[in-house]
């Protein structure tokens, strides 16, 4: 698959992934939430597969409070709030086989990556 295929199934993953969402997924702590995606290599839909995968969501705790003197000193004070959070992520990831059929005769397989298990963590931008 070329870097442009590539990058279309992705963009297109991603498209289909963010109009899937719904509120009942959203419920108390962090869990895992399955869905199905349906991927093609490309926008023509030369070859196209579809699968259940799953993702992280909910909510973690999180709590904002006045800061310690001792940090109120060390930030020149600046620093008069300290909040304390994290975020629901991925604890473990699991690589699934896709199979796109892209003709009657012909097809490809394609691995992508689903969540095997949640927690609350550390809040990063990115973790994989």
Excluded at 24 to 47: D, K, M
Aim: glycine fraction near 4%; charged fraction near 15%.
């Amino acid at each position: 698959m070329s870097a442009l295929n590539v990058l279309s199934l992705v963009l297109s993953l991603l498209l289909l992934v963010s109009e899937s969402w719904n509120l009942e997924a959203i419920r108390p702590g962090c869990h895992l939430y399955s869905f199905n995606v349906t991927i093609q290599s490309n926008h023509q839909g030369t070859c196209r597969g579809a699968h259940k995968i799953h993702a992280c969501v909910g909510y973690c705790e999180s709590s904002a409070f006045p800061s310690k003197y001792s940090i109120l000193l060390a930030s020149d004070f600046k620093h008069n709030i300290t909040s304390v959070s994290q975020c629901c992520t991925v604890s473990k990831l699991e690589k699934v086989k896709v199979m796109l059929d892209c003709s009657p005769a012909h097809q490809e397989f394609i691995e992508i990556f689903t969540a095997k298990s949640c927690q609350c963590d550390m809040c990063r931008l990115s973790r994989y």
